[in-house]
């Protein structure tokens, strides 16, 4: 007997498609929460077909707890509202693109909270109402499955089909979605007047010995963790490629997959000289002797000057009034 007060056959024969629709679920739930998710043919295989069938079948089975359906009908509908909920649970869970894990946990909770209602609307109709799951015996049920004519076999057929592919289309976008570009991404500003940075408006002077304020932002859009160094130095183009004239910094950091970093510092050339490039060098681990835009990552420059300061350029005997 079983809390309901029912047999284990009783119970077999009225709840074997829920209690089949939980473990099926449960072994799915399993699978994304392991490391066999990171195997994409694995994770496909065993998600693809719950997503394809279970939540639409806890959908029907929830809406038709009554004997209404043949198994044709309550197929295709199954079909039908597992596209319905696996587009609808997808769009809910997705605010900047398709996260699997967060997809399919929140589908398997749906599938198994209609399944559990389904459960309880079953158990409330009187015993000749209920619908009853087949027992597994194939060659009798095909006969049920017949349609009563030719033209309404190709009718269900071509519906069915269709359902499938749009519900299997949907399926694979949740259970493999598209990487997408993997990139590194590097902004910079210049500070402003009142003390805030802007990448509107950037210096075209700079002065010897005085430091001139920047912030450059490095994001980490490659999906894996990567080691960074960035050079920052004055160079000038040569017939094949820039020479540097000083290396003002050099920095490493390391970022995840999807973490940025924003470094405030200061530029404070020791040389003057005239249309120069302030050449911001991005390089996936250490740089190498020589750096220049041709072999960086990423690049980003500024045409500048460097003059003297304006004490310098005074008479001798007018600095010491400056």
């Not at 939980?22 to 998600?47: D, E, F, G, K, Q």
């Not at 609808?88 to 997705?94: D, E, K, P, S």
């Not at 994001?219 to 820039?242: C, I, K, M, W």
Request: aromatic share 8%.
């Amino acid at each position: 007997m079983c809390s309901w007060g029912l047999t284990t056959t009783e119970v077999y024969d009225s709840y074997a498609d829920t209690l089949s629709l939980v473990v099926w679920t449960a072994a799915v739930l399993a699978v994304t929460l392991t490391p066999l998710a990171n195997v994409a043919p694995l994770r496909i295989a065993t998600s693809l077909p719950w997503l394809l069938f279970a939540p639409g079948y806890g959908l029907v089975a929830c809406l038709f707890p009554a004997d209404t359906l043949d198994g044709l009908e309550r197929t295709a509908l199954s079909v039908g509202g597992s596209l319905a909920v696996v587009l609808f649970g997808t769009l809910v869970v997705a605010r900047g693109g398709v996260d699997t894990l967060s997809a399919v946990a929140s589908l398997t909770l749906a599938t198994l909270g209609l399944t559990l209602l389904a459960a309880v609307r079953r158990r409330r109709l009187p015993t000749g109402e209920r619908y009853t799951p087949p027992r597994p015996d194939i060659a009798s049920r095909l006969g049920e499955l017949e349609p009563s004519t030719s033209t309404d076999g190709l009718l269900n057929a071509a519906l069915l089909l269709a359902l499938v592919v749009a519900a299997a289309t949907a399926g694979v976008a949740t259970v493999a979605p598209p990487e997408g570009e993997r990139f590194t991404e590097v902004a910079l500003a210049s500070q402003t007047d009142n003390g805030t940075y802007t990448v509107n408006e950037y210096p075209e002077r700079l002065t010897r010995g005085e430091p001139t304020p920047f912030a450059v932002t490095v994001g980490n859009h490659e999906r894996q963790e990567v080691r960074y160094t960035l050079v920052v130095a004055l160079q000038q183009p040569t017939s094949d490629d820039f020479s540097t004239l000083e290396r003002l910094h050099t920095r490493s950091f390391t970022l995840a997959g999807g973490e940025s970093v924003r470094w405030d510092h200061s530029v404070t050339p020791t040389t003057t000289a005239s249309r120069v490039r302030l050449s911001y060098l991005l390089y996936r681990s250490s740089p190498p002797a020589a750096p220049t835009p041709t072999n960086a990552y990423r690049d980003l420059h500024l045409r500048v000057n460097v003059t003297a300061s304006a004490a310098a350029r005074l008479p001798p005997e007018q600095k010491r009034f400056y």
